[in-house]
C-alpha cells in the first residue's frame, strides 16, 4: 500500500463528487437537467465532448495498441474529420429546428413513434453494453492499484459518479468533463517526460529502436479487394471509411454525444464545439499512443516480458515507476475518464429513458403532470442505469481487448442507426415500417457479421449503414409514404 498516492486518489475522488453535487441548485427543469439549460460555452462543450470520447478504454487501450502494433490507429482519426463535416452540414441544422431533448424525437418528426421507440431502444442496448466494458476496464485500473480484482471499489467510482449525475445533471456532467479532460491530459504529459527520462538516450533513442521495429507506421495503402483487405481493421482505407461512418453514427445519432451538441447556445457553437473536438482528439491519440511506443522501447531495453494483459501496461508503468504522490494524480486521471464518461452514459440513458419512453406514454394518460415530476422521475432514472451498467460491467471480463470490446460493441448497432438517419434525412419517399424493416435487417446482420466473420470491426458501421438503408429503399416500393406513390 502507498499511502501517499491512496490519498491522492481518495482526495480527487471526494473533490470531484463534491464540485458536481455543487449543481444541483441550477436544476429546476427537464431542459436544465438534460440539456444543462442549454447555457454552457463552445469549448465546454468541445472538452466534454473529447471527453465522451476519451474513456478508460482510451487511455489504457491506446498505448496497448501501439505498445503491441504501431501508429496505424491513427487513420480512423482521418474519418473522424469528415464525419464532423457531414454532421454539421446534414444532421444539425435537423437538430436545431425546435427544441428536442434526444436524437431519437427527429426520428419520431420524420417517421413516427415506432421507428423512435426502435432507435431509442437500440441507443440504450447499446450504450449500456459499451458503458459496461468502460465499467470492467476500471476494475484493470483498480486490480493495480490495490493488488487486486476488488469489485467493492468499483463500486465506490461508480456510486461517487453517479451521486453528482443524480444531483447535478448534464451542467454537473459538462463541467467535471472540462477538469476531468485536464487532469487525464496533465496525467499523460506527465507520464511522457517520465518515461523518456527514464530511457537512456532519450528521444533519439527512442526513435532508432522504434523505427527498427516499424512502430511509427502510420498509413497502409494497400488495396487488394480480399478477404484480408476487410479482416485488417488498421488501414487507410478502413481508418477513412470506418472513422467516417462510426463517427457519423456514434456524434450524429447516439444520445451520449448528440445531447451535448443539442447543450450549445446555438447551432453554430455547436459546430464550432465539433470541429474544435476534433483537433483536440488528433493530439490527444497521438500522445497516447507515442507513449505506447515509448513504452515498448522501454521494455526492450530492459528485458522485460510484456504484461499478461497488453491493456495493462500503461497503469502497470504509472503505479510501478512514477514517484510517489505522481503515480497516484496520473491513476486519479485515468479514474477521472472512466468517471467523466460513466456520468454522461447515465444521463444520456435517462434522457432517453423518460423522454423517448416514460413521458410520451405517461402524458397520454396523466397530462396535467408538471415538471417537477418528470424531473424527479428522471433522477430515479439515473439510479436505476447505475444498477444496470455495474451488472453488465461484472460480466464484461471476458470480452477480450477493452478498446476493440468497447468499439465493437458499439459499431454492431451504430450501422443500423445511421442508416435509418440517412433514410429518414436524405428520402422523403420511404416510410416508417419501410424504415423499420431496413434497420432490423442491419442489426441481423451485423450480428452475423460480428459472430459469423472475422471482418474487422472498423468495417461494421458502413456495412450495416448500407445494408439498411438499401432494404429500407427496397421495402418503400411495396410500403411507400403517404402522398409519394404518384412520385415513383
Keep these: 500500500m502507498r499511502w501517499l498516492d491512496l490519498g491522492v486518489i481518495v482526495a480527487y475522488l471526494i473533490g470531484i463528487t463534491w464540485f458536481g453535487v455543487r449543481f444541483r441548485e441550477t436544476q429546476k427543469s427537464l431542459k436544465d437537467y438534460f440539456l444543462g439549460g442549454r447555457t454552457a460555452p463552445w469549448w465546454a462543450i468541445a472538452f466534454s465532448i473529447v471527453s ?194 462510426l463517427t457519423t453514427a456514434s456524434h450524429g445519432t447516439e444520445q451520449l454525444m448528440v445531447q451535448r451538441l443539442l447543450s450549445a447556445r446555438s447551432q453554430s457553437e455547436s459546430r464550432t464545439a465539433l470541429f474544435a473536438s476534433w483537433a483536440v482528439i488528433l493530439v490527444q491519440f497521438t500522445l497516447f499512443l507515442i507513449i505506447g511506443v515509448m513504452l515498448f522501447v522501454f521494455y526492450k531495453d530492459n528485458n522485460l516480458p510484456p504484461p499478461k494483459v497488453y491493456d495493462q501496461v500503461y497503469p502497470l508503468f504509472i503505479w510501478e515507476k512514477l514517484p510517489p504522490g505522481i503515480s497516484g494524480l496520473v491513476m486519479a486521471a485515468i479514474l477521472a475518464a472512466a468517471m467523466s464518461n460513466l456520468s454522461a452514459a447515465l444521463n444520456a440513458l435517462a434522457s432517453t429513458t423518460i423522454m423517448d419512453f416514460y413521458r410520451p406514454l405517461v402524458s397520454l394518460r396523466r397530462p396535467h403532470l408538471d415538471e417537477g415530476y418528470y424531473l424527479k422521475i428522471s433522477r430515479y432514472s439515473t439510479v436505476l442505469w447505475g444498477v444496470v451498467l455495474m451488472g453488465i460491467g461484472y460480466l464484461a471480463k471476458q470480452w477480450g481487448s477493452v478498446l476493440e470490446a468497447g468499439l465493437g460493441i458499439a459499431s454492431i448497432i451504430y450501422g443500423g442507426l445511421l442508416g435509418v438517419f440517412f433514410l429518414g434525412l436524405l428520402t422523403k419517399r420511404v416510410s416508417e415500417p419501410a424504415a423499420m424493416l431496413g434497420m432490423t435487417a442491419g442489426l441481423l446482420s451485423m450480428l452475423y457479421v460480428k459472430f459469423g466473420t472475422s471482418i474487422a470491426f472498423t468495417w461494421y458501421v458502413l456495412i450495416g449503414t448500407s445494408i439498411t438503408f438499401t432494404v429500407g429503399l427496397a421495402a418503400s416500393l411495396v410500403w411507400p409514404a403517404p402522398g409519394t406513390q404518384s412520385k415513383s
Design 52 to 245: 465522451a470520447e476519451t474513456s478508460t478504454l482510451t487511455i489504457i487501450g491506446t498505448p496497448a495498441l501501439a505498445f503491441r502494433g504501431n501508429l496505424g490507429f491513427l487513420q480512423i482519426v482521418l474519418g473522424y474529420l469528415l464525419a464532423r463535416i457531414v454532421i454539421s452540414v446534414l444532421f444539425l441544422p435537423h437538430y436545431f429546428r425546435g427544441e428536442m431533448f434526444t436524437a431519437y424525437e427527429l426520428m419520431n418528426r420524420r417517421f413516427g413513434p415506432n421507428i423512435r421507440k426502435l432507435t431509442a431502444g437500440s441507443f440504450l442496448l447499446l450504450r449500456s453494453l459499451a458503458e459496461g466494458v468502460r465499467v470492467f476496464a476500471i476494475s484493470l485500473v483498480v486490480s493495480i492499484i490495490l493488488g487486486t480484482g476488488d469489485e467493492l471499489s468499483i463500486l465506490v467510482i461508480v456510486l461517487l459518479t453517479l451521486l453528482y449525475t443524480f444531483e447535478g445533471g448534464m451542467t454537473a456532467v459538462i463541467w467535471t468533463d472540462v477538469v476531468q479532460m485536464v487532469l487525464y491530459i496533465l496525467g499523460a504529459l506527465v507520464s511522457f517526460f517520465v518515461i523518456l527520462n527514464l530511457i537512456p538516450g532519450g528521444w533519439p533513442h527512442i526513435t532508432e529502436v522504434a523505427s527498427q521495429a516499424a512502430k511509427f507506421q502510420i498509413f497502409d495503402f494497400r488495396f487488394e479487394f480480399t478477404t484480408e483487405f476487410f479482416t485488417r481493421g488498421y488501414s487507410f482505407w478502413a481508418g477513412i471509411l470506418g472513422g467516417l461512418f
